[in-house]
Structures are given as structure tokens and as C-alpha cells.
């Protein structure tokens, strides 16, 4: 099956941990923002962008691009992010918004999971005392609901399945990637999966419910790799979560430090002409003319958020993700090589 073109990235996370507020700083799309579960019904769909060094400067020239832009020899190229609604434990068995949300992550190639990295929210994603909560748990029940959620696909008529696969003689590896078609999965991270899980000395008629999940949990990791985007880093318990986050998942995942509100009011105050910001920089200029209380929310954001590490996050949780997770290279197509 011919796979569509471009990255799509879903955005992923238990209420509101600030997925849609990464959303729409992403974007600058407008998306529905309140503190409460499931303000995101259906996903809201919209275009962000990865950032990298531009060749214009050095080679002298001035760029005409075509699908991207680029500021302060700083190329700007689109990807698709897919903002769904808030996860909750046991969604797979249709709790909250269940398979629907699940649903909506079929054609994501790799995922960003926001957790709140300050601890202010309990697993339901319901408001707690700041640093009462471990955003390590939410990453090992987001992984338990789409393992599930894979399985409950794979085990329905497994034994039939099973029993076609050894009639045929077919390939198992070709099977469970056509079986799995419908979840934009490539035909060689199902290989591996059942490489990495033993499975390919095993009939598949002897595949075990503990095979299947063993390899639901190695194809999850190839098919979905995901990046954590530890949210809300200017609340005082956040630092520490985040070096816990870094240390306990440092075989797993990428962490990266972010703050989705303080980019989404840079990008908000670029857009109104307040100030000159480039997504991505670590600091910012004025050149409008500010409100006190306009002066008071940026210097929180350069002292709070920028300053401690040295960006808001929000660009380079979606360089991670499509540079270093799912290892894209930029290219600049020429006309002549030789001029």
C-alpha cells in the first residue's frame, strides 16, 4: 500500500497538560484552550513547521522557496500536526473519549506526548497541588492504552488468522502488515517487531496473548516512537521532574523541557508587531509599544522560561520528533547543480 506524503505528528496526552496550547502555538491556529478534560472534541488539524539553517547566506543567494519560508537565514518547512482529545486510563475500553481518540492516531508517524512536568494535574488530568503528581506515570499509562488499543486490534480473530497465515504459507511479516494497513505502519518495523520479540521461530497458531502483547509493545515503539514534551517548566516543581524524566527514560525517549504558553504569547506578540521573535530563538526583542502588564508577562518569560533553558521547547520538541526520531534530512532541490 503506497504510504501519503508529508509528516504528520499527533499530539498526544492526558487532559490538559497543554497539548492544544502547543497546538495552537505551533500554528498559530486557533484551537479551543480551557482547563478542563476534554476541550478537545474532535482533533484540530493544522500546519507547523520544523526549523533549520538556511543556505542563502552562505552561498550569497536569495532563496525563492516554495512550501516554506525563511527569517534570519532560518528555513521553516511545514508539518502536520494533529491536535486529539485529552487520553484517559482505560480508554481503550471506551472510557472518555476512548477508541475514538485512539482512532485519531492511525496516521500519525511518531507522536509528542505533553505531560505536565510540574505535577499540577492527577492522572485525569483534574487541577492538584503543584509537584503532587509523577508525570512518569503518565507516560506508562499512555503507553498501556495504545498497546492496548493495538492489541484489542491484532487479538480479534487472531485463531482464524493464525490459521490462515499457516495454510498459505504466506509470510507472517506480510500478513500483520496488511492486517495493519489501516495504522500507516511500514512492512519493516512489523519485521523487526517480530524479530526483536523472537516470535519468528514461533508458529503463529502458538502465539500466546503474551506474544501478541510483547509484540504490540516492539512494533508500538517502531510504528509510534514518540518524543515527551515536559510542559509548564516555569512552576517551581517542574526542574526536578524533568531531570527524572531525562534519567528514568533515557533508553526510551527524548525528553525535552517546554513551555507552550510562554510561545504561544512570543509568537502572539510577534504576530501584533510587539516584538521581533524567531521560533525557536532564546530570547526576544521589543519594538512596539507594551502595557505594564504586557512588560511584567515577557520579562516572566525571558527570566522564567528562557533564561533557565534557553528556549520555550516548543521548536525543538518538533525538531526532535522529525530530525531526530523519525530522521528526516532538509534537502534544497536546485535547478542547476553547477551554478
Known amino acids: ?49 520544523v526549523r533549520f539553517k538556511c543556505v542563502c547566506k552562505d552561498f550569497g543567494v536569495k532563496d525563492e522557496p516554495v512550501n516554506s519560508f525563511c527569517i534570519d537565514g532560518w528555513r521553516f518547512a511545514p508539518v502536520e500536526l494533529i491536535d486529539v482529545a485529552g487520553l484517559v486510563p482505560d480508554a481503550w475500553r471506551g472510557r472518555g473519549l476512548g477508541n475514538r481518540f485512539l482512532d485519531h492516531l492511525r496516521r500519525a508517524d511518531a507522536l509528542i506526548h505533553v505531560v505536565d512536568a510540574s505535577g499540577s494535574t492527577d492522572i485525569e488530568g483534574r487541577p492538584v497541588e503543584p509537584g503532587s503528581h509523577d508525570p512518569l506515570k503518565d507516560v506508562e499509562f499512555l503507553e498501556r492504552e495504545v498497546d492496548m488499543w493495538l492489541y484489542g486490534i491484532l487479538r480479534r480473530d487472531w485463531s482464524r488468522f493464525a490459521l490462515s497465515v499457516e495454510a498459505t504459507g504466506a509470510k ?102 510587539l516584538i521581533r521573535y524567531v521560533p525557536g530563538d532564546g530570547d526576544f526583542e521589543v519594538v512596539g509599544r507594551l502595557t505594564e502588564r504586557q512588560e511584567r508577562a515577557l520579562e516572566y518569560i525571558r527570566t522564567r522560561v528562557l533564561k533557565v533553558w534557553g528556549s520555550t521547547g516548543v521548536q525543538e520538541v518538533i525538531n526532535t520528533v522529525v530530525f531526530d526520531v523519525l530522521r528526516y534530512v532538509a534537502v534544497f532541490p536546485v535547478a542547476d547543480e553547477y551554478k
Do not use: C, H
Open 172 to 273: 507472517i511479516e506480510e500478513e500483520l502488515y496488511k492486517r495493519l494497513s489501516g495504522l500507516e505502519v511500514e512492512e519493516a518495523a512489523v519485521a523487526e517487531a517480530i524479530d526483536a520479540a523472537g516470535l519468528y521461530a514461533k508458529r503463529p497458531t502458538l502465539w500466546s496473548d503474551e506474544d501478541i502483547m510483547l509484540f504490540v509493545r516492539e512494533l508500538r515503539s517502531r510504528a509510534k516512537p514518540m518524543v515527551i514534551a515536559a510542559n509548564k517548566v516555569d512552576l517551581p516543581p517542574a526542574r526536578r521532574n524533568v531531570e527524572r524524566l531525562r534519567e528514568r527514560l533515557k533508553e526510551r525517549y527524548p525528553v525535552v523541557p517546554m513551555s507552550a504558553e510562554a510561545e504561544l504569547a512570543l509568537r502572539r506578540a510577534s504576530a501584533a508587531g
Open 1 to 49: 500500500m503506497p504510504r501519503r506524503s508529508g509528516v504528520q505528528v499527533g499530539i498526544v496526552g492526558k487532559p490538559n497538560t497543554g497539548k492544544t496550547t502547543l497546538f495552537a502555538a505551533a500554528t498559530l491556529q486557533e484551537a479551543k484552550i480551557a482547563p478542563y478534560p476534554f476541550t478537545t472534541v474532535e482533533p484540530n488539524v493544522g500546519i507547523g513547521y
